[in-house]
């Protein structure tokens, strides 16, 4: 199996724990001590060897900072996970919710003026200690960083070792572009800026740009690693040896290879040069820029690679499309299955997400679920990001929602989906609120709007019929997806935060929700492919819109038929009719009968 559901077997308190760090900030001089969800790479997803907050807190989600004093400790997370965290975390620490909660208000409130913070200067970026040490200046509070992280030292022999997984060559088969092409338009782009190199910190762009893929992460296909490409000669590679055998090795002959200890060296070479360096603030670390000799060395912009990497080309479209149709049929054969076993009481929520890995893995194309199966039953659906274990696993029961959220990774593309199904009779107030949250989502599956269009701009759109029922929920609308690589992909969302510019070839979630603390989640999520402009008929603009991508029934039982306009029944069934043409052939009888009846118009 690609998941485990145990639950971790912890040998002491995580206020154990805290205390014994606390008993260190006196030796290292500081008053509070951050510790981040991130890593040394700045992605959203870390190794075990990186779970830093949640050795020390518990708390297991995918974004998060703990701030800790000698008397006091909060927990900020963003709304995905304010539930989770209640449940996880000691109540002695605060729960605080971003952006709402500001850490920088908590430090100037907990700390007297003239005291120290204390902070790993490789686990944050320039951008995010830029920011605190201007919010904490005139209260004089200072950000120290320090030499090893405190956090580390007291994990001591238990921590896990850092990940030796090995690097494979990605096709050009399935990437559409070679490497050396990606890095010439690279090189191009830095000479035309007259920049002398750019330091990579971010795992999925060096995958992308070399064409490589790893299993550092679970279920991320990313090798850790740094690279240094220049504007005139081969890329460095810093990357441990252990993970390249001979086939990488031979892909991997248009750059040098140096471990990762190497950087440092390398970027104080680049210093002592006088060299202009590229640098993104918002995904490199603190100490890579100290490295560089600070600001007058550094050429502040994005990382390069991420505005390609999201555009994706012909054939990575073309193998999006193949993935989506495999993995539906999947999904369809997983929603007929519960549909005939869940009436009989006997399923909890662990015995579903194997069953839909057993589905996604007679592919025979499948390398790995592309997350942490969510598959929430009732009350645990209302957990934006809940996953569960043994100890959390709950029955699927009569008059309760089932919400899961799911996806695979395939050379060919990415998935992720998240359907909400009704187990036996749903009441009256789950149909309508999964009718207002399908009524957004075909507001965001339907919309045309013009070139420069960001996020932020259509975020509403989902958010409309819930809002009129004085309903909303905490989390973004949609995030990008790469392609065969991390299911979360920047730079564009569909959120209150999503300002950048939605591009053609962008794969973007669609997934608006409603959750219920303590009864029910919903949340209604395709894949959608920003489209190329074309001018509307009868309009004087171009406009770009979305094709749907995920093929998979929505349940028509909780659809509540007299809350949908003309227009909005219509896209149901035209949505239905395609997945019923699209997937039937792959299927079986019995469950083409049943893909039949839950593709039925819906009048």
Request: aromatic share 6%.
């Amino acid at each position: 199996m690609f998941q485990s559901f145990e639950a971790p077997t912890e040998l002491e308190s995580s206020m154990d724990r805290i205390n014994r760090l606390r008993s260190l900030l006196p030796e290292l001089r500081v008053d509070a001590v951050l510790v981040p969800r991130a890593d040394e790479h700045q992605g959203e997803y870390v190794p075990a060897s990186a779970e830093r907050l949640k050795w020390l807190t518990g708390f297991s989600g995918s974004a998060g900072i703990a701030a800790i004093t000698r008397r006091a400790g909060a927990l900020f997370v963003d709304g995905r996970y304010t539930v989770q965290a209640r449940s996880q975390v000691s109540k002695e620490l605060e729960i605080l919710q971003v952006p709402e909660a500001r850490l920088s208000d908590w430090l100037r409130q907990k700390l007297r003026p003239g005291a120290a913070v204390g902070f790993d200067p490789r686990l944050h970026t320039v951008s995010e200690i830029e920011r605190l040490t201007e919010a904490l200046a005139d209260r004089n509070i200072k950000l120290k960083p320090l030499a090893r992280n405190p956090v580390d030292r007291l994990w001591g022999a238990e921590r896990p070792p850092a990940p030796m997984g090995k690097v494979r060559p990605h096709p050009l088969k399935y990437a559409g572009r070679a490497a050396e092409d990606k890095i010439a338009e690279i090189q191009k782009a830095l000479k035309a800026d007259g920049q002398d190199a750019v330091v990579l910190t971010l795992p999925d762009s060096i995958a992308w740009l070399f064409n490589i893929r790893g299993s550092d992460v679970q279920h991320n296909p990313v090798a850790l690693a740094f690279a240094i490409v220049p504007a005139q000669s081969k890329p460095e590679l810093f990357i441990a040896q252990e993970k390249l055998d001979a086939e990488a090795k031979a892909h991997l002959t248009f750059v040098r290879i140096s471990e990762p200890e190497a950087l440092g060296a390398k970027l104080g070479q680049l210093k002592a040069a006088g060299k202009r360096v590229r640098l993104d603030p918002n995904t490199a670390s603190w100490w890579v820029a100290r490295q560089l000799g600070g600001p007058q060395r550094i050429a502040r912009a994005q990382d390069p690679c991420i505005l390609p990497k999201a555009r994706k080309n012909e054939v990575e479209i073309k193998g999006a499309r193949a993935a989506h149709l495999r993995d539906g049929a999947a999904v369809v054969r997983f929603l007929a299955w519960l549909d005939r076993e869940a009436p009989g009481g006997r399923l909890d929520e662990i015995t579903a997400a194997r069953k839909l890995e057993e589905f996604r893995a007679e592919t025979k194309a499948l390398l790995d679920i592309s997350f942490d199966t969510i598959s929430a039953s009732g009350p645990n659906g209302a957990i934006v990001h809940y996953r569960v274990t043994e100890a959390t696993n709950r029955r699927l029961k009569s008059g309760e929602l089932y919400l899961v959220d799911s996806g695979g990774q395939y050379l060919d593309g990415t998935t992720d989906i998240t359907r909400t199904i009704a187990i036996g009779r749903p009441s009256a107030e789950m149909r309508e609120r999964y009718t207002l949250v399908l009524k957004g989502h075909i507001a965001i599956a339907t919309a045309r709007f013009p070139k420069g269009t960001r996020g932020i701009d259509l975020d509403a759109f989902a958010r409309r019929a819930l809002w009129e029922k004085g309903l909303d929920y905490d989390h973004g609308t949609g995030h990008g997806v790469g392609s065969y690589l991390s299911v979360h992909e920047g730079p564009q969302s569909i959120s209150r935060r999503g300002m950048a510019v939605l591009e053609p070839g962008m794969i973007i979630s669609n997934e608006p929700g409603y959750y219920k603390e303590g009864a029910y989640g919903i949340r209604l999520e395709n894949l959608v492919l920003v489209t190329k402009p074309e001018k509307v008929p009868g309009g004087d603009r171009e406009m770009m819109s979305f094709e749907t991508l995920t093929l998979a029934p929505f349940d028509r039982r909780l659809i509540k038929v007299d809350l949908l306009t003309p227009a909005e029944i219509t896209w149901v069934d035209d949505y239905h009719a395609r997945v019923r043409q699209m997937l039937a052939p792959q299927l079986n009888a019995e469950d083409r009968s049943w893909l039949e009846a839950a593709t039925a118009p819906l009048r």
